[in-house]
């Protein structure tokens, strides 16, 4: 895994840890010696020569370290040309990262003198620059934002967006950007299909629907020698006969919204008091076979018994869930099917430690059962019919018989209205109207025309992109309104934000912070949290890492018995599922409670459930809902850094990975861009990814690196930040001990180690040597381990830490990649949060009461 | 509800599903020649293996018995136990040894898949991917067949950024989706108008040409008021309605062509990954029937994606000779055996296809030899390297071809896997003179 080698560069668009120096140098060392004249003749007197001095000899003609000379900068910033180097120069100044510190130092008063003439150049030049051409606004809708505008639009939700191809993403990037937001001829034809999917479901044809039902019911009183009954669902797959081996599923309509009704309840031995039940429905569904291709209908947490049966409802779309075909025999085609599944999702973390075989029952009952007597499927069902997604489009209205012309027009406007996000122009209108015309002779009656009309409204540029345009088409106010509900919900605005927007009074700051907050307040926000910090921390690599199950046994569900036993469950949600929901539950707490913007560093409460507070080993956590749980020193968890999802996202599966964890801290916490290997930088051997079962020293590897040259500029400043992780395994756990080199670690073998927690035994003795997590960090202290490394963090970075958490809440809310020129609005954001003690929530509202955001690139048609 | 006609959009029309037209049936070849107007046609296919192959070093230099590659060094190919099944085309293989796409070096092992069939920079200043060397051949050639490509795919769909499951691109930030399912690839290739008369189809095309006018109408209107650099940014969604009415407008021209009488005898449509054998078998049988038909002459094939580990693709060896991981294990454990017997299967799968195409006359020759055909690789090895790809060429033997031997590039001699991709390219009448980051033609395998 070390093939990839990575070198360094501070993050080039913006600068970092620059207001600390600046006011300590700038104002307690003011001098007027130190102050150099602006523009060219400061370059040539001052700035050059120290240069000259200090930089040259590996940023100027003769080396290029990192890519970057000096030699060339003229000293005219006016002219605008270069000004990102310029930036780069200045923060790498600022922070006294270079330079390099076994190198000859100068002054700070001479270093920030320089530091202050560039800066006051690159101001200005910032300021005359307002006339440059501004970035692109119009970006297609993400995936993620299409999926839920059209869950909104329509008031259902179907699963449209896995139709599409899938958005690109780029680590340590939000996604959201024009520059990642192409799009393509297959995608648009894609888009129609979707929005003829939906509105086929959305608009009903005339008349009562036949609705249809099914019922099922099971036996509490199977065989006394079986060792469940057949109402009984086990944490376990199940028996044939049972309610938890699923039941079939015959027929449905092809679309609408289906009713399953349970009557169930839960068998809960000594010191349980609760069991999660879930319903999924799909194809090919078995606990230990089959493919697995299937959607969830809902959970419930049951905590009735037995004697006090109750009824559950659940409510879902029966177009989501995947159909099995029916198979060709020798006497034709068998029907299709659906299986209906209930899961008894109990997990104390420790499931796979009875896998030994399937007689091993004594634990299967002390483990809470889920009782499933009945279940009854309704469908079409609708509160009202025709149902209320079908009326929202087509209104009851005098004109539809009086005039029908005028009713076309009046369904048009409203349903353009919302799926624009703005009213629609006249001429948008009548062009729509008349595609309506168009289609009518052929398609016959109103229902079956309007959705086809309807479809192309929903591959028109304006439902597809985010556009700012100008003549009045688009009103700066009903484009803030989408900006906001984009930004702290992933999707469309609702009613009060477009009337609000209509009224024009949105820009009001008093209104605007009220509906901030009402937004954040809503359960769509969840949404924004979980998307913004899957890409702002790069989560999406935990899904992908294959974890090794010598080593972590625990980790993965296996089968416990049949013809795929030992190997992973397939449906059914792992400690890797509730670490992805442990990161983005943190961060909307975070968000709830307006919690420092720090808190990412450490914080005295966690987002757990049970079976991932016993993979972590803290106790007193029971049941699958997650919560806060305070947390001790102990427990060496606050905070993200030790998140399973980023350790064992940045780890191989077997080893921890110093370097990807190092990457990541510089990345995603401190702001810096990290640059990948230049390409004929020489792989590093790859002992960690290929010697799971022996022991190494991951110092010596490291070593290694840096003795090569061509790694070792760039790693010396690298790994340092990832040795402290060393103390957490590739699971995620606490681990200050590991096997001594050169140790032969076993794999788990019955015979030998007869089950887990013999084998758990077996690893512990072959832990032997303290871990080594101990490194200096570049321009900083010795740190050894996480708890001081989070230490230093919070007491030399914070500022750093901030910043980048605002640049990122910008860039994600105003969909662009920060420039340059964004620097002074970004450090009059980092100055107010700080002067707030830095809390999440009042950084959100700054950020969206902030100009960056209410104007974020203002473009005009050209002339 | 009464079923009418408009039930079916386009893209049914286009995927089709249920019975043929009864129109009189020619010889695939025949309507084809008649159309294109020129000589044979000239097909070009690439097939994705993942995970990298196995090549252990071994004491005396040479190729291991069960090595992917058939010998270590430059020479003439003698196969070995891993390359035996090749024995029967083996006048018309190439192995390439030492070339890569610089590209790729930034992406890691699991993510150069993405880049193997269009070697673009996706980490540098290109930052998505690029066209794919089948789909630059299409856009040339495409329009003298029935469809300008075919991407298939074991695991489907497109994949994302470095995790893609489809080899071929259409441009930056285009994938185009691979097809997985046979039944549904037959259709589409073989009964694309369903269960309607060609009149019902030629009259829904021309209504969907009528709307996709007023769709280009109001995209001129909105477009005429935007700011310069959107302008710009929207161009895409302009050539991508621009591509629909093309494809509107060649799916009404091609239903004046008969379709192709296919001989399915043997074809297993409901082949699923429960039998890997049995199912890549069939996706390289409907791949060969469709190049016979002269359906389309430029086709992509990923077997198995770099990230196959969440589907049962992953889970092939496992099927196949009870393997005890997914996969991917063999790639970082390389068991000698597992390794060995995996390397035989897919040869096995691959060299079925290339006899399929060697045993069809065409012309004086026969399919292989207006074929060329590459295989391999963008991972060679468990070490998640993304170095040194493992690379087969096969056939074109009159394409300008010339067979027989492994051509290792070392240090000294080491150039861009693209320029192979260039000399590809304009064998299949596609006339390049560089492609991602080539510097000339690949002039070893050229005869």
Redesign the interface.
């Known amino acids: 895994?070390f093939?990839?080698c990575l070198a360094l560069l501070p993050r080039l668009p913006l600068f970092r840890r620059a207001i600390l120096f600046f006011s300590v140098v700038g104002f307690l060392v003011p001098g007027q010696g130190t102050e150099i004249p602006a523009g060219l003749a400061g370059y040539a007197d001052h700035v050059k020569p120290f240069f000259e001095e200090h930089c040259f000899q590996c940023h100027g003609p003769e080396k290029s370290k990192g890519d970057i000379t000096l030699h060339s900068l003229d000293g005219d910033l006016l002219a605008g040309l270069e000004l990102e180097r310029w930036e780069l120069v200045l923060e790498v100044l600022k922070s006294g990262e270079m330079p390099p510190e076994d190198e000859l130092q100068p002054s700070d008063e001479r270093k920030s003198a320089v530091a202050k003439w560039i800066d006051a150049g690159l101001r200005e030049a910032i300021r005359s620059a307002s006339q440059v051409?501004?970035?692109?606004?119009?970006?297609?809708l993400t995936n993620f934002e299409y999926q839920n505008t059209m869950r909104d639009l329509f008031g259902f939700e179907l699963n449209l967006a896995e139709k599409l191809?899938?958005?690109?993403?780029?680590p340590y990037h939000f996604n959201n950007t024009?520059?990642?937001?192409?799009?393509?001829?297959?995608?648009?034809?894609r888009y129609?299909?979707n929005a003829?999917e939906a509105l086929a479901s959305a608009i009903v044809?005339p008349g009562e629907p036949q609705v249809v039902r099914q019922e099922w019911t099971f036996d509490p009183r199977g065989s006394i020698l079986a060792e469940s009954q057949p109402d009984e669902v086990g944490v376990y797959g199940t028996r044939r006969g049972t309610v938890g081996n699923g039941v079939v599923l015959k027929q449905w309509p092809e679309r609408g919204e289906y009713r399953i009704r349970i009557k169930a309840a839960a068998i809960l031995p000594l010191g349980h008091d609760q069991v999660p039940l879930r319903l999924v429905m799909g194809s090919h569904l078995r606990s230990d076979a089959g493919?697995g291709d299937y959607e969830p209908v809902g959970s419930v947490l049951l905590k009735n018994k037995v004697d006090d049966l109750q009824e559950f409802e659940f409510r879902g779309r029966i177009e989501n869930h995947p159909i099995q075909v029916g198979?060709?025999t020798d006497k034709g085609q068998l029907p299709s099917t659906r299986y209906l599944y209930a899961q008894n999702l109990f997990d104390n973390g420790r499931l796979n430690d009875h896998r030994r075989n399937h007689l091993d029952n004594d634990w299967k009952f002390d483990a809470p059962r889920v009782v499933v007597r009945s279940i009854e499927f309704e469908a079409p069902v609708a509160d009202t019919w025709p149902p209320h997604h079908h009326t929202r489009i087509l209104f009851d209205s005098p004109e539809r018989e009086s005039d029908p012309e005028e009713y076309v027009r009046l369904v048009l406007e409203r349903f353009m209205g919302r799926a624009f996000r703005r009213p629609p122009s006249a001429?948008?209108l009548e062009?729509?109207f008349?595609?309506y015309q168009?289609?009518e002779p052929?398609?016959?009656t109103l229902e079956?025309t309007m959705r086809?009309t309807l479809s192309?409204v929903l591959?028109?540029?304006?439902f597809?992109?985010h556009?700012?345009?100008?003549?009045g088409?688009t009103i700066a106010d009903y484009e803030l309104a989408s900006r906001l509900s984009y930004f702290l919900w992933g999707s469309m605005p609702d009613e009060e934000l477009l009337v609000l927007a209509g009224k024009g009074n949105l820009k009001n700051p008093a209104i605007l912070e009220k509906q901030v907050q009402r937004l954040l307040d809503d359960e769509r926000s969840a949404d924004f949290v979980e998307n913004f910090s899957l890409q702002w921390l790069s989560l999406e690599k935990a899904k992908?890492i294959?974890i090794n199950r010598d080593l972590f046994p625990r980790f993965l569900y296996t089968v416990p018995n049949g013809e795929r036993r030992?190997q992973e469950v397939l449906f059914r949600p792992t400690i890797r599922d509730y670490m992805l929901q442990e990161t983005s539950g943190f961060i909307a707490e975070l968000i709830r409670g307006n919690r420092p913007v720090l808190d990412i560093v450490d914080s005295d409460f966690g987002w757990l459930n049970e079976p991932l507070a016993a993979h972590y080993g803290v106790d007193g956590v029971k049941g699958i809902g997650f919560r806060r749980v305070p947390l001790e020193k102990e427990d060496r968890l606050g905070g993200l850094l030790t998140h399973g999802s980023i350790l064992v996202g940045n780890g191989t599966g077997s080893a921890p990975h110093p370097i990807y964890r190092a990457v990541w801290l510089r990345e995603a916490i401190l702001g810096d861009k990290v640059k990948?290997?230049p390409?004929e930088v020489p792989?590093l051997?790859?002992t960690t990814?290929?010697s799971?079962e022996t022991a190494v020293s991951i110092k010596d590897l490291l070593r290694q690196h840096r003795t090569q040259e061509g790694c070792n500029d760039c790693h010396v400043r690298l790994d340092p930040w990832g040795i402290p992780f060393e103390e957490y395994n590739a699971a995620g756990q606490f681990q200050p001990v590991v096997p001594g080199p050169g140790t032969r670690i076993p794999r788990f073998s019955e015979t030998v180690h007869r089950d887990l927690q013999g084998y758990e035994e077996a690893l512990e003795k072959l832990l032997t040597v303290p871990v080594e997590a101990s490194a200096r960090v570049p321009h900083g202290p010795e740190i050894d381990g996480v708890d001081e490394l989070k230490n230093y963090l919070l007491r030399d970075r914070a500022e750093d830490i901030v910043r980048n958490v605002t640049e990122r809440l910008v860039t994600y809310g105003i969909g662009r990649e920060l420039t340059y020129r964004d620097r002074y609005a970004i450090e009059a954001l980092v100055k107010e949060a700080q002067g707030r003690d830095a809390r999440w929530r009042d950084l959100v509202l700054s950020v969206c009461l902030s100009d960056l955001f209410l104007f974020p690139s203002p473009?005009?048609?050209?002339l | 509800m009464k079923m009418k006609s408009w039930h079916l959009n386009r893209r049914d029309v286009l995927r089709g599903g249920g019975l043929a037209l009864g129109l009189p049936f020619l010889n695939g070849m025949s309507w084809a020649k008649g159309l294109a107007g020129e000589g044979r046609p000239k097909r070009l296919v690439v097939s994705y293996i993942a995970y990298g192959i196995y090549d252990p070093k071994t004491a005396d230099g040479k190729a291991h018995e069960w090595s992917w590659y058939p010998r270590h060094d430059n020479g003439p190919i003698t196969l070995n136990r891993a390359s035996a099944p090749f024995e029967p085309v083996q006048d018309s293989l190439t192995y390439l040894r030492g070339l890569d796409h610089a590209g790729g070096y930034g992406l890691g092992g699991h993510s150069c898949g993405d880049v193997f069939a269009t070697g673009a920079d996706m980490t540098g200043p290109e930052k998505t991917n690029n066209i794919s060397v089948d789909q630059l051949a299409a856009k040339v050639n495409g329009h003298k067949t029935r469809y300008p490509s075919l991407v298939l795919g074991s695991e489907g769909g497109t994949g994302s950024y470095g995790m893609s499951k489809t080899l071929s691109h259409a441009g930056p930030g285009r994938p185009i989706p691979a097809l997985k399912r046979p039944q549904e690839i037959f259709n589409r290739l073989f009964q694309p108008y369903a269960n309607k008369t060609v009149g019902d189809v030629r009259s829904e095309l021309k209504r969907e040409a009528s709307v996709l006018d007023l769709m280009m109408e109001n995209y001129r209107s909105l477009h005429g008021k935007l700011g310069a650099e959107d302008r710009e940014k929207m161009d895409e969604y302009l050539e991508s309605v621009r591509a629909l009415e093309q494809r509107v407008e060649r799916t009404s021209r091609w239903t004046h062509e008969p379709l192709p009488e296919i001989d399915s005898e043997g074809l297993n449509l409901d082949a699923t990954y429960e039998d890997p054998t049995e199912y890549i078998r069939c996706m390289y049988d409907l791949l060969y029937l469709a190049l016979q038909t002269d359906s389309t002459r430029f086709a992509t094939f990923m077997t198995e994606s770099e990230h196959s580990t969440g589907n049962l693709v992953g889970n092939f060896a496992n099927k196949l000779f009870g393997y005890t991981g997914a996969t991917h294990d063999i790639a970082h454990k390389r068991p000698e055996e597992a390794s060995g017997l995996w390397e035989k299967w897919r040869a096995e799968q691959h060299s079925y296809f290339l006899q399929r195409l060697r045993d069809t006359p065409e012309g004086e020759g026969n399919m292989l030899d207006s074929t060329v055909v590459l295989w391999g690789s963008a991972h060679p090895h468990g070490s998640h390297s993304t170095r040194d790809y493992p690379i087969q060429v096969a056939g074109g033997n009159r394409l300008g071809f010339r067979h027989g031997h492994l051509h290792a590039f070392d240090e000294s001699r080491k150039v861009p896997l693209s320029n192979l991709f260039v000399s590809m390219l304009n064998a299949v009448d596609t006339p390049v003179e560089e492609f991602a980051d080539s510097t000339g033609e690949l002039t070893e395998i050229l005869g």
């Open positions: 895994m093939a990839s051409a501004p970035e692109p606004t119009a970006r297609r191809p899938e958005d690109p993403h780029k024009a520059e990642f937001m192409l799009l393509g001829p297959d995608q648009v034809d129609l299909d003829r044809d493919t198979k060709v001429q948008e062009r729509f008349r595609l168009m289609l052929e398609f016959g079956a086809e192309m591959i028109a540029p304006q597809l992109y556009t700012v345009a100008g003549d088409v992908a294959n030992g990948p290997p390409a792989a051997s790859d990814g290929e799971a473009s005009t048609p050209d």
